[in-house]
C-alpha cells in the first residue's frame, strides 16, 4: 500500500514526465519539461565568444542560470533583483552547469559558450533535476544549430538525466513532489549519464542523519528512475541523436 | 499595396493575436498572449498587504513588473541581476501598472496587493503593449480569485488594451513588428479602455519630429486596433467579464 | 475668473520664466532655468569618446541626467546612493536625452559626447520640461565650445522647448505648479521644436481617462506655452542661435 | 615676492571668500559660499526623527554628505550612483559632520536630525574646508527656524569654520588652490571655533614627510586664516548670532 | 608506493591535522584548525536573536559564513566587497551551516542564534571539510558559554566531522591536497557523525563521470578519515564532551 | 597615581606590543601584531600590474585593505558584504595605504602593485594605528620577496609607525586602549617615520574641542610611543633592515 501523496509506487513510479519542443522563443534550443505540476522553460543559446579565462585556448564553454518565475509559487516568488543572487539558485545553477558539462568534449565544442537557462514556471519538487534532463534536450538542440561544427568530433558524448529521491517515514522514495521533499529526513539530488555512471550524488540530512544503508538504497532507488528518463530523452530527440 | 513585412495592410490589420488561458503556474491569474512572434507570459497574484505608504488607508494597490527571459532575443539577453533593472524596462513596468491602475478602483479592492508579471518569451516588437493587454486578463482572473472580495462593488469599470502605431516611410502603421519598429521615425503607444476612452498616449520621434496631422492620424489608427483588442479580450473572458 | 493657485489664466499664461546663464561651474554649458519657483541648474558637457556601441561609427552622442538634490525638496530628498536610480528619475532623463537628440545631428557632430546634467535645485512641479527647455540653452554652450567643430555642418537643426499641461476640474491647463499637478486628472507632457514640429507627446491619466476632445484642447494648450518658451529661448542666445 | 597663482601672499591672504544666503530651494537653511573659483551650495534640512541607534536618548544629530556635481570639474565628475560612496567623499562628509557636531548642544537640539548637504557646483581646491565654513551658515539657518526650539538651551555653543593649508616649495601657503595643492608636500586641514579652540587637525604627508617645526608653522598660518573666516561668517550672520 | 605529494597512503593516512584553542579574538567560541598547510580560523558567536522567520517559535538557529583572506592565496584572492558573494563562498557556507544544523537540536537552544565564523588563512585543499571539523569545536565552546543554557536538554546530540575523498590517477584518495584536487577526476565531500551516521554526501565528476563501485570506494576511504578526526576532536574537547 | 585601566603611566608606555612573524598564510609578507588585546594579521602581496591610471608610467604603487572579522568584536561585527564598504573602513585603509606610500620610492618599486591587507582579529582599540606599524613589516618583507628587484635603488627610505595619543580627564594618555578611547575627548592618530619626520598628524575632537598647548602635548607623548615601536620593528626585522 502506498502512503504517496499521487499514489505511486515509492521506488518505481516517476511522475508524468513531458518533454514539449514547440514553445515560442528566439533561442536555437527551447523546451518546455514537466514532471507532475514542476513546469521549466530550458532555452539554450549559443555565443561566438568565451569567458575571459578560457579565451584563445581552443576550448568552449558551458554555463547554466536558474530562475524561478514570479508566478512559479503562491505567494509570490520575488525577483532576485537585488544585485545578489540568493545562496539556493546560485547552487542549483552551478549543478546543473557542472552536470552537462560532464558530458560535453569543451575542445570539440571549439570558442563557443553554450547557456542553457531554466526558467521556472511552477514549482512542485523537483526543479534542479528536471532542469538537467531537459537542460540536456536543449542543450542538443543548440548545438545541433551551430552551423560550422564538426560533428564527428563528437561534442557530446553521452545524454545526461537527473532525478531526486529521499526518505520520507523510512522509506526511500522516488521523485518527490514538494509535499514529500518537506517532510523528507534525507533528500538527494543523483544525475547519471544515459550508459550509467554517475555525475553528480549530492545527499542531505535535512536536521537528520542517515545510515550506509539507506545511502545505498536511495541510490539504487534513483537508477531505476533515471533509466526512464533517459529512454523518455532519446525518444523525444529521435533521429536528432546520437548527435 | 502594402509594403508591411508580413503584407498586411497599414492601418487596419493587426498581427495574429492570441490570448491562452492554459499555462502551467501557481498564481490565480495566468495567460501567455502572443501578438505574431511576439509571446509573453502574465501572470497575476494577490498578496494580502499593500506597500508601506499604503498602510491603514483602506485602499488597495495593483503593480507590474516585465522582464525580458534569456531566450526571447538573439543574441541572448543578459539577466537584470545587476542590482539595477534598466531604464527601459522600469519605465515599461511602470506603463503597465499605471494603466491597469486606471481601471481599477483601489478602494474597492481592499487592502490587498496586485502584482502583474509581465514575462517575454519571445520579442518581435510591441512586447509593452501586448503585456497590457494581456496583463489586463491575468488581472480579472487574479481579483475573481480573491474569496471574500464584494464584487457589487465593482472593482474594475471597464476593460482595458493598448497598441504601438508608427510612422514608416511617411504612412501611419498599426501594431509594429521589431523589423518595422527599427525603422519608424515616430512611435507612439496608446492606451484605451473598452467604452473608448484614452489611458496613455506616448509618442516619441526617434531623431526625427513629427506635425500635428501625423499625432492625429496615429491616434485614428490606434482607436482602430484597440477596438479589434477589446473584442478579443471580452470573447476570450466570455461570462467571466463584467467581473 | 481663474482658479488657479497664483491666478494665472487657465491656458494661456506661463509662471514667470527665467534663464541665467551667469552661474558657477566648470562644464563649458551652464545655465539656471527658474520656471516660477522651480529652479534647475542644467550644465552640459564635451567628451571626446561615445558609448562603446556607437565606437567607429564617426556620429556623436547626446545623453541626459536628471537629479534631484537634497534640498530640494521639503521635506528632504533622499539621495540616490543605492545603486540603483529610481524609476520616476530614470524615466524623466531618458525623456530629456531623447527629445535633445531629436534636434541633434549626431553625424555633424563627430565622435563626441555631450551630456545634459540636470540638477533640481528646488521642484514645484514640470521639472522634467524645464529640464529639457533650459538643458537645450546649455547644450548649445557646450557644443559652441568646441573648437574645431564644422558649423557649416549644422550639427543643432532647430530649437527645442517643452510644457506640462493637465486637466484639473475639467478645465486643460498651462503649465502646472506641484499643488496643481497633484489634483489633475491627466497630465500632459509636451516637447516641440522651435518650427513647430512635435518631438514628445506623454499624456497619461492618473487613475483617470480622457476624451479624444480633452487630448486635442491640451495639445493646443501646449502649442501655445512652448510658442513663448520658445521667444524667450532665443532672446537669451542671442546672436549665439542660430549655431 | 610672491610665487603663487594668483599673487596671493603665502600666509596671510585667503581667496575672495563669499557667502550669499539668497539662494533657491526648499530647505531651510540654504547658502552658496565660493572660495575663489571653489562653489558650494549648502543646504541644511530639518527631520523630526533621529537616526535608530539614538531613538529615545532624548538627543539630535547632526550629520552631512558631500557630492561633486557633474560640471564642477572638466572633464565631467560621473555620479556616485554605482551604490558606492567613493572613499575621498565619505571621509569628507564624515569630516564635515564630526565637525558641526563638535559646536551643537545635542541634547538642547532635541529628538531631531539636521542633514546640512555639500554640493559642489565648481571644485578648484578646499571645497572639503568651504563645505565646512559654510555648512555652519546653513547649519544655524536651519536651526533657527525649528518653531518650538528652547533657545535658551543654547543648541549651538560656538562658530566653526576651517580652512586649507599646505607646504610648496617649502613655504607654508594659506588656502591653497587646485594647482598649489597637485603640488604640496604637505596638505593640512585644520577646523576651528570662533573662540580660537580646535577641532580637527589633519595633516598628510603627499609621498612626502614634514617636521616639527613645518607642523607648527602650518598651524599658525591656518589660525590666521580661520579667524578671518570668522570675522566673514558673523558679519554674514548679523543679528541672526549668537543664535 | 605511494604517488601522492607528500608520499601518504592513498586512503589511509591524513595531513597532520591540529587544532589550536589558543586563538586571539571576542567571540567566545576560537579555534585555529589545520590540515597540512591549510589553515582556517573558525569562530562562534552567540545572539539573543533568531532571524525573522523563526522568530516566537522557541527555536534556535545555527549558521556559518565562509570567507578566504586575501593572503590566503597567491595570487591575492580579492574580497567579496562586491555586494555579491561568489557562488563557490555561498555553496560552502550553506554546506557548513547545514551540517552543523544536522547535530543540534535547535528547540534545545532556545531562541538564538550562532554564527559560526570560518576565515581562510591559508586553502591547501579541504578548506570546506576542515571548516566543518573545526566550527564544530567553535560551536560547541560557544555553546558552552552560554550561561542559562539547559545543558540537560541535550542542544548537541553527536559530534560531527568532514573529509575530502577523489579519485586521481584511478585511485580512491583520501584528504586531498591542492594539487591533487586539480588533478582529481571526482571530488567528494563527506560528513559524517562521531557515531558513523551520515549527514552529507557530496560527489562530483569534474568533466568526468564516475562507476557505482568507485562511489562505494569513496565512501569507504572517507569513514575511515572521518573516524581519526572523531578521535582528535574528542581528544582536543577532554571534558568539554559530552556537553 | 595613574587613573589608567591597566595601570599603565599616562604618557610613556605603551601596551605590550609583540610582533610575531611566523603565520600560516600564503602571501609573501605575514605578522600578527599584538597591542595590548588589539591583534592584527597583517599580510603583504605582490602583483606584477598597476591600477590602469597608473599603467606606462615605470612606476609601482602600495595600497591597504582594513578590515575587521566577524569574531574580532562582542557581538560578532557583520561582514562588509553589502557592496558597500562602511565609512570608517573606507577611511582608515586609505590613512594605511598613504602612510606606506610616503616611505615607498614608488619608482624604485617598478610597476608592481603591493596590497597590504589588515584583518583585525580582535578589536581593543588603536587598530588603524597597528594596522600601520605591523603592515609596514609585512611590506618590507614582500618587498623583499620580489627576486629581481634592484635594492640599490632603495626602494624604502625609512622605517614608519604609528599611534593614537588622546585626552582623558583632562590628561593627555599614549596608546589608548578600546574603553579609554570611548571616554576621550580629543583623539588623534600620528604616524611617523623611523628618523622622527611626521606623516600624518590626525586629531579629532569628539564633541569637544582642544588647545594649542593640548594640541602640543599629545604630539609630544606620540613621538614618544613611537620611537619605542621603531626599535621593536627595527629589532623583529633584524638583518633584515635596512633593506
Avoid at 65 to 72: D, K, V
Avoid at 160 to 184: F, K, N, P, Q, T
Avoid at 194 to 202: I, K, M, N, R, T
Wanted: aromatic share 4%; hydrophobic share 40%; charged share 25%.
Amino acid at each position: 500500500m502506498s502512503s504517496r501523496t499521487d499514489g505511486r509506487e515509492n521506488s518505481r513510479t516517476l511522475r508524468p514526465f513531458k518533454i514539449n519542443r514547440d514553445v515560442p522563443g528566439a533561442a536555437p534550443g527551447r523546451v518546455l519539461v514537466q514532471a507532475g505540476r514542476t513546469s521549466i522553460l530550458c532555452t539554450a543559446s549559443v555565443e561566438a565568444s568565451v569567458p575571459p579565462w578560457l579565451e584563445g585556448k581552443g576550448k568552449g564553454w558551458v554555463t547554466a542560470e536558474y530562475n524561478m518565475l514570479p508566478g512559479s509559487t503562491s505567494p509570490r516568488k520575488r525577483r532576485d533583483r537585488s544585485g545578489k543572487i540568493d545562496g539556493r539558485s546560485s547552487e542549483i545553477q552551478r549543478l546543473i552547469g557542472r552536470s552537462l558539462r560532464a558530458v560535453v568534449d569543451l575542445a570539440a565544442l571549439g570558442e563557443r559558450m553554450i547557456t542553457v537557462d531554466c526558467d521556472v514556471l511552477e514549482a512542485d519538487g523537483g526543479t534542479r533535476t528536471a532542469s538537467i534532463t531537459g537542460g540536456f534536450i536543449a542543450m542538443v538542440e543548440a548545438i545541433r544549430s551551430i552551423e560550422d561544427l564538426d560533428r564527428s568530433a563528437k561534442p557530446i558524448a553521452d545524454s545526461i538525466a537527473a532525478v531526486s529521491v529521499g526518505i520520507v517515514d523510512g522509506a526511500a522514495l522516488l521523485d518527490l513532489d514538494y509535499s514529500e521533499d518537506v517532510r523528507a529526513d534525507v533528500d538527494m539530488n543523483v544525475v547519471m549519464t544515459g550508459s550509467g555512471q554517475f555525475v553528480e550524488v549530492q545527499g542531505s540530512g535535512e536536521e537528520a542523519t542517515f545510515s550506509h544503508d539507506q545511502l545505498l538504497a536511495l541510490i539504487e532507488v534513483a537508477q531505476l528512475g533515471i533509466g526512464q528518463l533517459t529512454e523518455l530523452q532519446h525518444a523525444t530527440l529521435g533521429d536528432a541523436w546520437p548527435l
